[in-house]
């Protein structure tokens, strides 16, 4: 199915959010849940936002659920930085700038959440939107990541049991153990007792080639929603069910 989307729209396609669009989904197609949402923060000139759109369409087609895309943005480039964790030295303000008449004229079903992350995500979260299954964040800053992060502290009923998350700065300098993302992950770890956010380790061995020798599978991770009713049941995701004595 990866092979088929990339094909089928190479100049809109991104094999991280399709993997992760199509996974989530077929979750929430063996959960019985019609429909989800797919997010992206830092959605910046749009191509991103686009790529997401595609990979929802794709996965509804193949797993018949409906899949709701929201963008987020500040809408008028990176603000101002809050301090030293937010890596200053290689951001400054007015990064990463949106056409936002232009965008809107591209976007084919995306709803788009301009202003501060801390000011939009809140009416979000207390909207009646379907279940989030993906989250692309792409803020750059720590600041921004650790408002983005509360999506993920959510009530159960806003998430699937596990949410899939691509983290675009977690690889590569300046980003560390004590900035950036990787930084607001450890302290949302830290602060939540019923919400973990960890790697999917290995994830490459799965994945055919080339995406086995991407980068972006070192980016992935998985938001557990350890309070979740259903956060027990058979998501059908199980590679063998059997291990069978070998014939002599």
Not at 114 to 140: A, K, M, N, Q
Not at 160 to 167: A, D, Q, S, T
């Amino acid at each position: 199915m990866l092979d088929w989307v990339q094909r089928s729209s190479p100049a809109q396609a991104r094999p991280n959010y399709t993997w992760s669009v199509l996974h989530s989904a077929r979750i929430a197609h063996t959960l019985g849940i019609e429909r989800m949402t797919v997010a992206e923060f830092g959605v910046a000139g749009g191509n991103g936002l686009l790529a997401l759109e595609t990979a929802a369409t794709a996965a509804e087609r193949f797993f018949g659920i409906g899949i709701d895309v929201v963008g987020f943005d500040a809408g008028g480039g990176i603000p101002a930085p809050r301090d030293h964790r937010d890596a200053p030295y290689v951001i400054a303000p007015g990064d990463f700038p949106m056409d936002i008449d232009k965008l809107r004229a591209r976007l084919q079903r995306s709803e788009l959440l301009l202003g501060l992350v801390e000011e939009t995500l809140p009416r979000f979260i207390e909207s009646s939107g379907s279940p989030v299954g993906f989250v692309s964040i792409d803020l750059d800053y720590y600041s921004s990541t650790v408002a983005a992060l509360m999506l993920l502290t959510a009530p159960a009923e806003r998430l699937l049991p596990r949410v899939m998350c691509y983290f675009d700065d977690v690889m590569g300098y300046p980003w560390g153990d004590f900035n950036g993302e990787r930084l607001a992950i450890a302290e949302f770890n830290d602060r939540e007792e019923h919400r973990k956010i960890s790697p999917v380790y290995g994830l490459r061995y799965f994945l055919p080639q080339p995406w086995a020798q991407a980068m972006w599978p070192e980016m992935m991770y998985l938001a557990h929603v350890l309070d979740h009713p259903r956060y027990d049941e058979d998501e059908g995701t199980a590679l063998v069910r059997r291990l069978d004595l070998n014939p002599e």
